[in-house]
């Protein structure tokens, strides 16, 4: 990946809000000033489809793909295909369902030199009419600077603004009009969305943007017709050649629902200024989705976990870019939405994947900070009057309309559905204790303690061992429900609350259960009668439950969820569950993908269609980590509570692992991506354990006991025995 802190005169996708294709023009690096360039296309006939150019909250819940009939709408927009070491982007617009396929890219150079192409390929019977617009606008104010326009002709307008003569030039359109809008008047801009939160780039419905208009044009019926744009914004970029376009080749339709979603993950990247620092520079810093106007820590986390499977300098990037909650202090907990580190998880998961110290040790400190700070809130850093269970600022566990966050809040609040969900009686903030939280807390401690390990920090060790022995002991102590066969929130005032979610079962990620209470959360989760498990994956609240509603999280299956439940099963060894959980979910997102091509943030009951938003990345991107662990050749999975030093060949015919658990004897699960439709023989500590045939990706998995402290070995072999 380029890093773009050394380069000046650059152009990027990054944006906090741009729903339709766009780059940024960046002339330095780290400063507030620059440019947006964003393209709107309408269809004028057959029919008259138009998009947004911001992303909204429109209908946010309720509608799913049928928000794209409506006309204002109707032309759907997606990320796709991305190489930024190359200096290229694109975007795909479909004003006609599938019909008709608009391809946006962008190649930029180093110099300042921006080069936009539109591939129209009108796969229809119907003629079409289109018309393209360009909108540019600085980003760090919401008017539009002192400027001058120098010329317009009908291949050429110059803009002078701010010390920059910007030149637009093309051959196959026509520029026929420039003038300065307000976006309250324009219908490509709703005014519903999201205000930012991005003091860098503020956004409201007043702002000011240069629209530069060209004469529409046809296109026929089955014509495919190619246009472009170039953009000088200096005179150095005016004798700037730009390489070729990047030769890409489309992934077939299961694996295009995966790649998408990591072209989806480099698009929702915003040039802000990151939580870590007093006096930052702007950077890139992630975001969930294009309409959100800030950096949320637990989405972050997230996405890095699936794109751990794609790019580790990307990871490594935005690791670097975590807040400091020592500087923050209490603004910590406010600003960066719920406050929860995953992105310990996604460190862990790229160092298993690696073995590579240094990223342990140039992350460790800072990610120590993270987890104290959750562990300990109100306080920021070590308590000894810490009773071992977690709580949360405003009782957020990322699960907005959870039963039980309603109930401590003390507030009447519904998401798009009549019966409101009941709350304390006193309506006032009660805090919660959650085993939700306080399992997450005790997994990222043990990942920590590993780390200190490995890094022979013997303090640390001791330190996160009493930490652990604390919440284990208090989940178990206080949160276990003899009765429900589930861990529970609880408060001062009304001690165990009976509305349990998801979460309840997050204790046995953590392992913290004994083996009746491992059987009964199964049980649970895996029960259709009163438990989390459908057709489509496990759902927040279990679907007969007084408490579910066809809410937002609540009654939806959320793939963030899945994740923490399917290393749970790992984690334990339950191999089969995990295969099932996993491929029920592959296949939801495959279904949804191939019929909108949509990246959708939530899967609701009873139809599992996607709904929310629909390029969202921020809690979706684990399906990289379902799909890499079942069918990327090379892919291992072992328990969290196991450090593992794994060896493979080539050709995938033979795996070599170590194993050691230091803390625990473990049962962990397995599982290894291999040579499709073959049989390997599995030895462990010498001894053959297993013949197991390998899937059509060339997946296999099994469960083994690791005693503590002591180094397993594994060996699988590609068998020379005949079927």
């Not at 008047?185 to 419905?205: C, G, Q």
């Not at 376009?245 to 995966?258: G, I, R, T």
């Not at 120590?368 to 306080?379: C, I, T």
Request: with cysteine; glycine share 4%; net charge positive.
């Amino acid at each position: 990946m380029l890093s773009d802190q050394k380069l000046n005169h650059i152009w990027r996708p990054f944006s906090s809000h741009a729903y339709a294709a766009n780059a940024l023009y960046i002339p330095k690096f780290g400063d507030s000033k620059a440019y947006e360039l964003m393209v709107g296309l309408t269809q004028n006939y057959p029919v008259w489809a138009n998009h947004p150019l911001l992303d909204y909250w429109q209908g946010y819940h309720r509608f799913g793909a049928e928000r794209f009939e409506h006309e204002w709408q109707k032309m759907k927009v997606l990320g796709w295909e991305i190489r930024l070491d190359k200096n290229y982007w694109s975007f795909l617009y479909l004003p006609d369902g599938k019909a008709c396929r608009i391809f946006v890219r962008f190649l930029s150079g180093i110099k300042g030199r921006l080069k936009i192409n539109i591939l129209i390929d009108n796969d229809s019977d119907v003629q079409r009419e289109l018309e393209l617009r360009l909108f540019f606008s600085p980003i760090w104010t919401l008017a539009f600077p002192k400027h001058k326009i120098n010329n317009i002709t009908q291949s050429t307008v110059r803009l002078y603004q701010d010390d920059f003569d910007f030149e637009f030039k093309t051959k196959q359109l026509k520029f026929k009009n420039i003038e300065v809008i307000s976006s309250l008047n324009y219908i490509w801009f709703p005014n519903n969305i999201e205000l930012s939160s991005n003091p860098e780039n503020p956004i409201s419905k007043e702002k000011m943007r240069l629209m530069i208009e060209t004469k529409p044009f046809i296109i026929g019926p089955h014509e495919k017709k190619e246009l472009e744009i170039n953009v000088f914004p200096t005179k150095d970029a005016k004798n700037e050649k730009l390489g070729k376009w990047p030769k890409l080749v489309m992934p077939d339709s299961k694996n295009l629902a995966y790649e998408h979603l990591w072209w989806e993950i480099q698009h929702n990247q915003q040039y802000a200024k990151p939580k870590n620092q007093t006096r930052a520079m702007l950077t890139s810093i992630l975001i969930p989705a294009r309409q959100f106007g800030k950096y949320y820590l637990w989405d972050s986390g997230m996405t890095m976990l699936g794109a751990s499977e794609k790019d580790t300098t990307f990871v490594e990037d935005h690791l670097s870019k975590l807040p400091n909650p020592q500087l923050l202090g209490s603004d910590a907990y406010t600003v960066v939405g719920s406050f929860i580190p995953t992105p310990i998880f996604a460190w862990w998961e790229l160092y298993s994947k690696n073995r590579d110290k240094t990223l342990l040790q140039k992350y460790y400190d800072k990610l120590k900070q993270l987890s104290d700070a959750f562990y300990f809130w109100p306080e920021s850093m070590y308590s000894a009057e810490h009773d071992g269970l977690i709580s949360t600022p405003r009782n957020t566990n990322g699960m907005d309309d959870h039963p039980a966050i309603i109930w401590c809040e003390g507030q009447v609040w519904t998401w798009d559905y009549d019966k409101p969900l009941p709350t304390n009686p006193d309506r006032v903030r009660r805090i919660g204790k959650q085993p939700g939280m306080t399992a997450v807390a005790v997994r990222l401690a043990k990942i920590l303690r590993l780390a200190a390990y490995q890094l022979a920090k013997k303090d640390d060790i001791q330190y996160f061992s009493k930490l652990i022995q604390k919440s284990e002991n208090a989940l178990n102590e206080r949160c276990w429900n003899e009765k429900l066969g589930m861990y529970l929130w609880l408060t001062r005032d009304d001690g165990q609350l009976p509305m349990y979610g998801i979460d309840s079962c997050y204790p046995l990620m953590s392992n913290s259960v004994s083996q009746i209470q491992r059987s009964r959360i199964l049980e649970k989760l895996f029960s259709r009668d009163d438990g989390f498990w459908t057709k489509y994956g496990m759902t927040t609240i279990p679907p007969r439950s007084e408490y579910f509603r066809h809410g937002y999280w609540n009654g939806s299956i959320w793939m963030a969820a899945q994740w923490f439940i399917w290393k749970a099963l790992i984690n334990n060894g339950e191999m089969k569950f995990a295969n099932a959980l996993a491929d029920k979910l592959m296949h939801l997102w495959e279904r949804n993908h191939n019929k909108t091509l949509c990246c959708w943030e939530a899967f609701p009951l009873p139809d599992g269609e996607g709904k929310s938003n629909s390029r969202f990345t921020g809690l979706t991107s684990t399906m990289l980590s379902f799909s890499h662990a079942r069918r990327s050749p090379g892919r291992v999975q072992f328990s969290q509570d196991v450090l593992a030093k794994v060896n493979i060949d080539k050709k995938f015919t033979n795996l070599s692992a170590k194993l050691i658990s230091p803390f625990d004897k473990v049962k962990s699960g397995f599982s290894a991506v291999l040579k499709p439709n073959a049989l390997y023989e599995i030895f462990i500590d010498k001894n053959l354990k297993f013949k197991k045939h390998t899937d059509t990706y060339g997946y296999l998995d099994f469960a083994m006991t690791i005693p503590l402290n002591k180094i397993v070995t594994v060996y699988i072999t590609k068998s020379s025995q005949k079927d």
